[in-house]
């Protein structure tokens, strides 16, 4: 999704602010089509949530989410770590985003992901979050990600 400089939302912190930009966000494209909500934040790390839903399925015998909506849901809960622990949007591009599954969404399970922004250099952010449903001790899935910050 293309972020113009008027949607750069920032918090009272002078902080990029994920709550204004999910906001935005839910409301057109693919963060509309998901249906993901901002949930909490810190200084380098963000959390989401994807409530269940049925266009989301990947398993209808079971109900079990599809694994590429929870892809989506790490990818932008990385991303979104990155602008808190910039303190600022800025466009980034993910260059590698490896996932773990470690066990199914099961059909009404909420996943909520936490990502944390590692490290930043100049060009790179590296990120490292889990998905959970509501149990953190019992992932869904952990991820680890690189993301290159661009101009």
């Avoid at 409301?27 to 790390?45: I, Y």
């Amino acid at each position: 999704m293309s972020v113009s400089n008027d949607h750069r939302t920032n918090s009272r912190d002078g902080g990029f602010d994920p709550s204004s930009f999910f906001e935005l966000a839910r409301s057109v494209g693919h963060g509309r089509a998901l249906g993901l909500e901002f949930r909490a934040c810190g200084d380098n790390w963000v959390e989401l949530a994807l409530p269940w839903r049925e266009e989301l399925v990947g398993v209808p015998e079971t109900g079990m989410l599809a694994s590429g909506a929870i892809v989506s849901l790490l990818d932008t809960c990385g991303g979104t770590s990155v602008w808190r622990a910039l303190g600022r949007f800025q466009p980034s591009v993910t260059i590698d985003l490896r996932l773990d599954y470690l066990r199914p969404a099961l059909k009404g399970e909420t996943v909520i992901a936490r990502c944390t922004c590692d490290k930043l250099t100049r060009q790179i952010a590296f990120v490292s979050g889990i998905a959970h449903t509501g149990d953190d001790s019992r992932p869904v899935a952990r991820a680890v990600g690189t993301f290159m910050l661009t101009p």
